[in-house]
């Protein structure tokens, strides 16, 4: 496990996902019954942009420091910079919240956060930046165990997020099967599947396999910043999005053009569709 989060926390592919995480956690506290979101790939919870990692690759600069201190280039920005401002309000960029503390900024008193990260020393460090929260629970385990545990919440509603490092090489077969097996434990929870944009054949292989699972409405969003003419850098990054909430289709329609013109690019573009619809 090489991987660590800091050395990426609030690029451009951050930023995208996480805008939209805000949107769909906003979109479940429209109704007071409680709800629970599952992170099973959490990361560290927070990031130090003025850290070594981060400032060894500045990723940051090119996505949440092209936002930050500027006017929101578009409205459904709203509880995702809000969560942003709130760590920094000395209104320097120097704390960059993760999806769980991002998750945990739009819970209410009864709603339940549970936190599952492999690495050992990214655990520690998410479990004690949670510590004595009594709303959030930590855990050290395979994601896909992770599901297995926790699915169906008691809540009933809620969301799963699967944001795996893309480490393995199977990662994206993993993911779909991932998917599947939780699905059939709770098929009415929202799920949200990030995954890069670099060889369009793997990606393509992978919504074919999340197509195959016989799993409906699954909206499709992708964010690419450079033509897709090579696959040794990050082009982009996509989220699959498993029975999203009613309207974030059209309001990501709205809103993703607005981030590509936001966010520096040599190209790319977006899209928001339906890969599977209800039917
Ligand atoms: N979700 C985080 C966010 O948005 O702030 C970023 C997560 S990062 C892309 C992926 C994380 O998954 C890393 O912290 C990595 O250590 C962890 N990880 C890798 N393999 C894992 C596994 N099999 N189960 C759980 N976590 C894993």
Same mark, same amino acid.
């Not at 699905?183 to 054949?201: C, D, N, V």
């Given at each position: 496990m090489n991987y660590r989060h800091i050395f990426h926390a609030g690029n451009p592919a951050d930023v995208m996902k996480h805008a939209v995480l805000a949107l769909i956690i906003d979109h479940l506290r429209a109704k007071p019954a409680p709800f629970c979101v599952l992170d099973a790939h959490a990361g560290i919870g927070r990031y130090d942009l003025d850290s070594e990692p981060a400032r060894k690759t500045l990723e940051f600069q090119d996505g949440i420091g092209r936002l930050f201190g500027q006017p929101a280039p578009h409205p459904a920005l709203r509880p995702y910079l809000d969560a942003v401002n709130a760590l920094n309000p000395d209104g320097r960029l120097r704390w960059y919240p993760g999806s769980p503390r991002l998750a945990r900024a739009l819970l =209410?008193?009864?709603?339940? #956060?549970? !936190?599952?990260?492999?690495?050992?020393?990214?655990?520690?460090?998410l479990k004690a930046e949670f510590a004595g929260d009594r709303q959030v629970s930590t855990f050290k385990t395979d994601a896909y165990q992770a599901l297995k545990a926790h699915l169906p919440p =008691?809540?009933?509603?809620? #969301?799963? !997020?699967?944001?795996?490092?893309?480490?393995?090489?199977?990662?994206?077969?993993?993911?779909?099967?991932?998917?599947?097996?939780?699905?059939?434990?709770?098929?009415?929870?929202?799920?949200?599947?990030?995954?890069?944009?670099?060889? =369009?054949?793997?990606?393509?292989?992978?919504?074919?396999?999340?197509e195959n699972t016989g799993i409906r409405k699954i909206l499709r969003v992708e964010l690419t910043w450079h033509p897709e003419d090579t696959h040794l850098r990050l082009n982009g990054s996509g989220l699959l999005i498993v029975n999203p909430p009613w309207t974030l289709d059209d309001t990501l329609r709205d809103l993703l053009p607005a981030l590509h013109a936001a966010l520096p690019s040599t190209g790319g573009g977006c899209t928001v569709d339906w890969l599977v619809p209800e039917g």
């Open positions: =209410r008193d009864q709603d339940r #956060l549970l !936190l599952n990260e492999l690495h050992p020393d990214d655990w520690q460090i =008691r809540e009933k509603r809620g #969301l799963v !997020l699967i944001d795996p490092p893309f480490e393995q090489p199977d990662e994206f077969a993993r993911m779909a099967e991932g998917l599947k097996a939780a699905h059939r434990r709770w098929s009415t929870g929202i799920y949200a599947l990030w995954y890069p944009i670099k060889e =369009r054949a793997a990606v393509w292989r992978f919504q074919e396999a999340v």
